[in-house]
């Protein structure tokens, strides 16, 4: 193995191998890590935790703290940080259910319904940055081979 040390190459022209790059699972960690970057960069981590559990509460009615926890892969104390921090700016209802008083229902409120329109706005703009570079149905494309190949592993752990 050879050294580039003191070569002035930038650090942008380094290269991982082909090895590597040749590798399905490292190109989607690598466009997953730079998602994440561009996603930072319009919605704080607050946002986007609240995000996925106002999507949630949207899609599926009502839900328990811990039926939200299953279904986003959260720690309930996780999911119960979050649900502190929308109920105190307005955006859900939380209340004990009547059929199990030890276990609070959530629900998502009109004023959530607008947050979460807010939010959405700025995953999409995250979103038409990551995907700069490819068209419509290439980005259409995209999305649908990676969610059939989440769909074929989705038993295994996230």
């Known amino acids: 193995m050879s050294s580039s040390g003191g070569t002035g190459e930038a650090e942008d022209d380094l290269?991982?191998?082909?090895?590597?790059?040749?590798?399905?699972?490292w190109l989607a960690n690598k466009v997953s890590t730079v998602g994440a970057r561009m996603t930072a960069r319009y919605m704080p981590l607050t946002?986007?935790?609240d995000f996925a559990v106002?999507?949630?509460l949207e899609e599926y009615g009502p839900l328990s703290q811990a039926d939200l926890g299953r279904r986003l892969g959260l720690d309930r104390n996780d999911v119960s940080g979050i649900v502190k921090r929308l109920q105190a700016g307005g955006h859900v209802d939380r209340r004990a259910d009547p059929g199990d008083r030890r276990r609070n229902v959530?629900?998502?409120?009109?004023?959530g319904l607008h947050y979460l329109d807010e939010i959405q706005s700025h995953a999409d703009q995250a979103q038409a940055e990551l995907l700069a570079g490819l068209d419509a149905g290439e980005r259409r494309q995209l999305h649908t081979l990676l969610a059939k190949t989440l769909e074929t592993h989705r038993h295994e752990p996230a």
């Open 15 to 25: 290269q991982a191998p082909a090895r590597l790059r040749a590798l399905t699972s």
């Open 47 to 49: 946002a986007r935790a």
């Open 106 to 111: 959530v629900t998502v409120n009109q004023a």
């Open 54 to 56: 106002l999507a949630a």
